[in-house]
C-alpha cells in the first residue's frame, strides 16, 4: 500500500479527547450496522442494506476534518458517511424501517438517506451518480463566496463511470473545493477490482492535475490528517483533490451476500479482520502511548451499545407514514 507524505504528519499533534472521539464515532458505525444485519436477518427491516463494517476509519476520519456546513454525497453504502458526518442513529433506524420520524420521512430507505442539517446531500444508489452532485455544490459555494467544501465519497467501482471524469475535469479547470474520496475496498459486487479496473487508479485524477493521495484507509489517524490538509486546502481556494484509500468490507456486498467463497477466501477476511481492522489499530496505538486504556474503551462501548439499542427500540416502536403522504415530496 502507499502512504504518501505519512513521515509529514504528527499524530501526536492531535489531542487524546479526539481520537478517541473518532474511535468512538467508528465504533458507533460498527455498532449500528450490527443491528442492521439483525434487523434484516430477523425479518424486521423491508429491502436491504450494504454494510460498511471494516471501513469505519474513511469516513470517520474525511468527516471529522469537515465542518458542519461542509456537504458530503454518498453511495449504496452509506450509513457509515451519515453517521460520521452527524446523523443519529434513531432517525438513521427509522429510515432503514420506513418509519414516519426517518431522515427522509421512511421514503428513502437505506440507499436514499439525507440530511440537510448535517450538509449530507443524500445517498445515492447509482454507482457514481453523486459526483455531479457533489461537484455541483462546490460550484455553489464556490459562487456564493462560502468557503465551504464538498466530499464525494464513491467504492472503487465508481471510476468506471464517465460522469466522475468530465466532474474531475471541471472541478479541477474551475478550482471548485471538491474532494473525492475512493473508497477501495477490493470489489464491485463479486468482482475483484484487477478484472474490472484497467491501469492505475490514483492515475486517472492525477491526469487532470488533481491533488492526489492514496493511504491506507484502514489507520484512522492517517485518513484524519491527510483529510484535514486536503480540506484545508480546498478551503484556501487551491481546488480540488482526490484520495484513494485502500480498505475492505468485512459484509457481503449486501446483507444477504453470506456465501463468498466463489469470489473471496475467508482466509483474505480473516486476514483484514484481525490484522488490519481500523477501531483495534485505533486503539492499539492509544494503548501504546498510554492515551487510553481496555477501560476507557469498555465504557465507550457500553455508551455506544445503550444508544444503539434506545435508537432501535425508538425506530421499532415510530409510526409508518401516513398512506395520504405518499405523493409528497416526490419530484417529477
Ligand atoms: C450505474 C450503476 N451501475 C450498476 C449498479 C449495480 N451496482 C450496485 S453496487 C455495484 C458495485 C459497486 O462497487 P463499488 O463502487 O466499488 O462500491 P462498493 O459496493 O464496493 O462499496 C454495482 C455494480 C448501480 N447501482 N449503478
Known amino acids: 500500500m502507499v502512504t504518501t507524505q505519512m513521515e509529514a ?53 474525511v468527516c471529522e476534518a469537515l465542518r458542519k456546513d461542509d456537504y458530503i454525497t454518498s453511495t449504496h453504502r452509506g450509513h457509515g458517511h451519515c453517521l460520521a458526518k452527524g446523523a443519529t442513529m434513531d432517525r438513521m433506524f427509522a429510515e432503514l424501517l420506513g418509519k414516519e420520524p426517518g431522515y427522509c ?24 451518480g453523486s459526483a455531479g452532485i457533489a461537484t ?16 464525494c465519497f464513491f467504492g472503487e467501482g465508481a471510476l468506471g463511470q464517465g460522469l466522475l471524469y468530465e466532474t474531475m475535469n471541471m472541478a479541477q479547470l474551475w478550482k471548485f473545493p471538491v474532494i473525492y474520496v475512493c473508497e477501495n475496498n477490493l470489489y464491485n459486487e463479486y468482482t475483484h477490482h484487477s478484472e ?20 491506507d484507509g484502514q489507520d484512522a489517524r492517517l ?6 490538509r486536503l480540506v484545508e486546502r ?5 481546488g480540488p483533490a482526490f484520495l484513494l484509500c485502500h480498505t475492505y468490507r468485512y459484509h457481503g456486498h449486501h446483507v444477504g451476500d453470506i456465501n463468498r467463497a466463489y469470489y473471496r ?16 489499530l485505533l486503539a492499539d496505538w492509544l494503548t501504546q502511548e498510554s492515551l487510553a486504556d481496555a477501560g476507557i474503551f469498555e465504557g465507550i462501548e457500553k455508551e455506544v451499545r445503550i444508544e444503539a439499542e434506545a435508537a432501535v427500540q ?19
Open 234 to 238: 480546498a478551503r484556501r481556494g487551491e
Open 136 to 151: 455541483g455544490a462546490a460550484m455553489s459555494a464556490k459562487m456564493r463566496g462560502s468557503d465551504q467544501v464538498a466530499v
Open 314 to 332: 425508538f425506530a421499532l416502536n415510530a409510526p409508518y407514514p401516513a398512506p395520504e403522504e405518499v405523493t409528497l415530496h416526490v419530484y417529477v
Open 196 to 215: 474490472s479496473t484497467a491501469g492505475s487508479m490514483r492515475a486517472r485524477a492525477e491526469a487532470f492535475g488533481l491533488r492526489t493521495e492514496e493511504i
Open 223 to 228: 485518513v484524519y490528517l491527510t483529510a484535514l
Open 265 to 280: 477466501s475467508k482466509e483474505e477476511e480473516q486476514f483484514w479482520k484481525t490484522e488490519r481492522d481500523p477501531l483495534q
Open 9 to 61: 504528519l504528527d499524530y501526536r499533534a492531535v489531542d487524546r479527547e479526539q481520537w478517541l472521539h473518532i474511535y468512538q464515532q467508528m465504533l458507533k458505525i460498527r455498532v449500528f450496522e450490527e443491528h442492521v444485519n439483525e434487523l434484516y436477518t430477523s425479518a424486521k427491516m423491508p429491502g436491504l442494506a450494504h454494510l460498511y463494517i471494516g471501513e469505519e476509519a474513511v469516513a470517520v476520519g
Open 105 to 128: 420521512r421512511g421514503k428513502g430507505g437505506s440507499m436514499h438517506i439525507a440530511d440537510q442539517d448535517t450538509g449530507n446531500l443524500g445517498a445515492n444508489a447509482i454507482v457514481g
